[in-house]
């Protein structure tokens, strides 16, 4: 599973990094966690929010900061 946490480097985007990260350990999945904050790479992916969460390519969360137990939720649908 390919996560991506896409944002300028902002707070907010840091605290959706760390509760993804959260997320991942709790659930235990195997996951590729990176942090996208060069704007044409945001560009390129056609996100146009942050901080906004990325998996295998779809757009889960936009233009805010997901609870831990949200992203957990998401990630147990997809596991």
């Not at 990094?17 to 390129?44: H, P, S």
Request: contains cysteine.
């Amino acid at each position: 599973m390919n996560i991506k946490v896409i944002g300028a480097g902002c707070e907010k985007c840091g605290k959706l990094y760390d509760n993804v990260m959260e997320a991942v350990r709790e659930t235990g999945c195997a996951a590729e966690v990176e942090k996208v904050d060069d704007l044409l790479e945001i560009v390129k992916l056609g996100v146009m929010s942050a901080p906004s969460l990325m998996i295998d390519g779809k757009l889960v969360v936009a233009g805010r900061t997901a609870k831990k137990d949200e992203i957990v939720k998401i990630l147990k649908k997809i596991m």
